[in-house]
């Protein structure tokens, strides 16, 4: 199931770089994204022509449209393209920016939709493809001090579901992939923070604790799952990584499905019949 040729956003480090490496050590070839093409030494000196580096800020939509082109043109043709660059951004709602929430949206939103946008007709006229949309447990549940993270990731979802329907026409295949917790450094360096109001540190601090108590798989503990992923004949629309987003998903999904039938008869009476 290899020699795909793929499209990789954000492969300066965490899932992008374990993903990249992953296609790569199995014969497959990866144009790889970064904002500092630097980063992508190590991949280039390992895997020479197979891996094409390219430096892109994926909020420019012209910029992203340029590099998948360039990058089609490389390779001959695309099987993969995944939108993966993000970042999270821990902050209250009371407490986000109008800035914060702007750079938050434009980068985990928009910046996979000017991928995706750019990568549709190039997949279309070779006949299918696979669009994988990184999006997160954070894209079915939602946390404390992550309300603006949330939000770009919920709206990527149904970015996407009404996506797939678009596209499945034309062979054009489309899985979210949500993560759970992994030791990346989504939550460290890569992370931003607006400027904690008082009001909220004990939820603050409850929760700081209570994350700190995770175990947290490397990246690289995905990349098998992501492998059977984009290799299976027929991909699932939405893949779970790890126990923690399966089982906050099961149990998210319980507890809606609960409301709402606590509730049903108040919704039919909605029906003013």
């Known amino acids: 199931m290899g020699n795909k040729t793929w499209y990789i956003t954000g492969c300066s480090r965490g899932f992008g770089r374990a993903w990249a490496r992953a296609a790569l050590e199995r014969g497959d070839r990866v144009a790889a994204t970064a ?31 340029e ?4 990058a089609h043109q490389h390779f001959g043709r695309l099987d993969v393209v995944i939108n993966n660059a993000g970042y999270g951004h821990f902050g209250f709602v009371e407490e986000l920016s109008e ?12 910046g996979a939709l000017w ?5 549709i007709p190039l997949l279309r006229a070779q006949g299918g493809g696979h669009i994988v949309q990184v999006s997160s447990i954070g894209g079915v549940a939602a946390f404390p001090s992550l309300g603006i993270y949330h939000a770009s990731k919920w709206a990527l ?3 996407t579901e009404a996506l797939a329907a678009e596209v499945a026409m034309f062979g054009i295949r489309t899985t979210l992939i949500e993560p759970g917790g992994y030791a990346t450094d989504w939550g460290g360096a890569s992370a931003h923070r607006s ?26 503990a995905t990349t098998a799952a992501l492998l059977v992923c984009v290799d299976a004949e027929s ?19 319980a507890q809606r499905q609960k409301g709402w039938k606590e509730w049903e008869a108040v919704s039919r009476g909605a029906d003013g019949q």
């Open 35 to 65: 904002r500092d093409v630097s980063t992508l030494a190590e991949l280039v000196t390992r895997f020479g022509d197979a891996v094409l580096p390219l430096e892109l800020e994926v909020t420019d939509r012209a910029a992203s449209v």
């Open 67 to 70: 590099a998948i082109g360039k």
């Open 99 to 110: 800035a914060e929430a702007r750079a938050q949206i434009e980068t985990n939103l928009f």
């Open 115 to 119: 991928t995706t946008q750019a990568a």
């Open 157 to 159: 979802e149904g970015l």
């Open 195 to 220: 400027q904690a109001l008082p009001q909220y540190q004990p939820i603050r601090e409850a929760l700081m604790a209570s994350w700190g108590t995770m175990k947290m798989p490397a990246a690289d």
């Open 235 to 253: 991909p699932p629309a939405r893949l779970l990584l790890g126990s923690f987003a399966h089982d906050t998903a099961m149990q998210v999904y």
